[in-house]
């Protein structure tokens, strides 16, 4: 048998924790460059704190007003949220946004006949929020109880790599509805972006320069060129004589959030009225709750890889989302109408600028606040048309899907059983969200249509999601396939991430995910 050459092709190496990464998690850049990075992250965040409001106030009943004040609400909120996630949950650097997992469930309260009796649309709106917050404040327990009495410390520990590949990768790629279709409704705004977007990002980033600003502000850049050229348009009447539709996608002009928007307003808890209770309101929201504890599981892992930091372990997993519930919990109390997630186009932008800073992500939780109580500012970032946000996130959720397909290093893909599992989970965690969506736009009602509204909705949320789909196809196939096999456990993985299953197995675990303060002598991790 010849032997083999020194110089012949040699698989990549296995790394634990990525690498090329400029700032890790735990250090930080300059502090001139750290605040202009927790900005762009900031204004990547904007995208869905406006969508939701825009999509959902509306149908409530409230007009302008009540948009630029569930808007400023949900920012204040996603602040605070933030920082205890960065600070006492994970210690990952993400940002706590709006979850889309909750639409579908409040749509199905706002359109519940129950309100149709009030005639003043405003009276409407309090009634509709006030149905919104109590569900919110009761699902928002059932995170808790995962999260902080470690059931999703057990689910994490039979996690692998293989199973861990579709959950990141339909993290990202489960929202390609809101990229290029969105896009596509103003393709002379949107084009435009992802161009600019991907020239400064990818191309202009072989420059050698003493800091990569292309690479490192390329989303900054890219809007302020494309929203200045939107502007010119809008002022030279290109949208004058066009359909609503067109003039709504492509205007800077239309969302008469500035007008609307209050100089200085500080949100406030139970700012419209008391809560009320309602027990199929509260499953279904339930069920999104759930949704986006699996989602944000996926944020999670994307975000460690990106921050170049260890696997987190099931004991910080579970930690995180028993914050996340407080999340949920501060988000029904203030009227923000979703609860709480973690931001997967801001996962994509640690990848894009390669900073995965925790402190840049504090600092961004900063201009959340001073955006939503000085209304006005917020308003006018907010009233960059939505194509451009959807360009952003053509590259920014195929970071987050790229983290996934990552963790395929740790696998062996000359297994037949790896192969089924991977891209099974996949399609399936595509084409099952795929029906359940088509059939409600066709019908207008998820495929169970039964009496019980509630449980409709409980199937419709839990289905519409590619991750959740994914997660559970390939978990249910990594344990039940080959699980006598002496060869499946390092086929799927475990054995590189055996060492993290605790968290003081490895030494790097108290680097990346202790407590500040000497908290965790207090609140020990296992």
């Given at each position: ?98 979850s889309y997992a909750f639409i579908v469930p409040a749509l199905s ?146 969302s008469g959030l500035v007008r609307a928007a209050p100089w200085v ?64 919990l501060l988000n029904g109390i203030f009227g923000s109408l979703t ?188």
């Amino acid at each position: 048998m010849a032997t083999q050459k020194a110089d012949d092709f040699q698989p990549h190496p296995v790394k634990e924790q990525l690498p090329g990464v400029d700032f890790c998690m735990t250090s930080s850049p300059p502090w001139p460059e750290a605040i202009i990075l927790g900005f762009q992250h900031f204004l990547v965040m904007l995208g869905t704190t406006v969508f939701i409001p825009i999509l959902l106030v509306p149908i409530m009943g409230g007009g302008d007003v009540e948009k630029a004040e569930v808007i400023d609400t949900v920012l204040f909120v996603a602040g605070i949220n933030t920082l205890l996630q960065t600070w006492f949950g994970t210690r990952l650097p993400v940002v706590m946004g709006a979850s889309y997992a909750f639409i579908v469930p409040a749509l199905s309260i706002a359109y519940s006949r129950r309100f149709s009796v009030f005639i003043d649309p405003h009276q409407r709106f309090r009634e509709t929020m006030a149905a919104i917050q109590g569900a919110l404040i009761i699902a928002s327990f059932f995170q808790m109880i995962l999260g902080f009495l470690g059931f999703v410390r057990i689910f994490g520990r039979y996690l692998s790599p293989l199973s861990s590949v579709p959950l990141v990768t339909l993290t990202g790629l489960g929202f390609f509805v809101l990229g290029f279709p969105l896009l596509a409704n103003c393709i002379e705004v949107g084009l435009p972006a992802i161009l600019i977007l991907l020239l400064l990002s990818q191309y202009a980033s072989t420059m050698k320069l003493k800091i990569p600003i292309f690479e490192r502000f390329a989303v900054l850049f890219s809007v302020a060129i494309v929203w200045v050229y939107a502007e010119i348009l809008t002022a030279g009447g290109a949208y004058n004589h066009k359909s609503p539709r067109t003039q709504t996608s492509c205007r800077t002009d239309r969302s008469g959030l500035v007008r609307a928007a209050p100089w200085v307003r500080v949100p406030y808890p139970f700012q419209w009225g008391r809560p009320s209770f309602n027990a199929g309101d509260t499953f279904a929201i339930m069920a999104a709750a759930f949704v986006s504890i699996i989602e944000s599981i996926g944020v999670f892992i994307a975000a460690s890889r990106y921050g170049s930091a260890t696997p987190p372990p099931p004991s910080v997993l579970s930690r995180g989302i028993g914050w996340q519930g407080i999340s949920t919990l501060l988000n029904g109390i203030f009227g923000s109408l979703t609860g709480s997630t973690a931001s997967v186009e801001n996962a994509g932008l640690l990848g894009l600028t390669r900073v995965g800073s925790r402190r840049v992500i504090q600092i961004s939780a900063g201009f959340m606040f001073f955006f939503s109580i000085l209304g006005k500012f917020g308003a006018i970032l907010a009233s960059i048309p939505l194509p451009i946000v959807a360009a952003l996130y053509c590259v920014l959720y195929a970071y987050v899907a790229s983290a996934g397909l990552g963790l395929l290093q740790f696998c062996n893909l000359n297994s037949f059983r790896s192969k089924f599992i991977i891209g099974f989970s996949l399609f399936m965690g595509l084409s099952v969200p795929q029906y359940f969506h088509d059939y409600l736009l066709t019908s207008g009602h998820g495929p169970l249509h039964t009496h019980q509204i509630w449980f409709n909705n409980i199937v419709q949320v839990i289905f519409s999601s590619a991750a959740t789909v994914a997660i559970i196809v390939a978990l249910f196939c990594d344990l039940t396939m080959g699980c006598g096999h002496s060869s499946t456990r390092r086929d799927s993985g475990r054995h590189w991430w055996g060492k993290f299953r605790k968290f003081d197995t490895d030494t790097r675990s108290e680097e990346f995910y202790s407590l500040p303060y000497n908290l965790n002598r207090h609140f020990p991790s296992v």
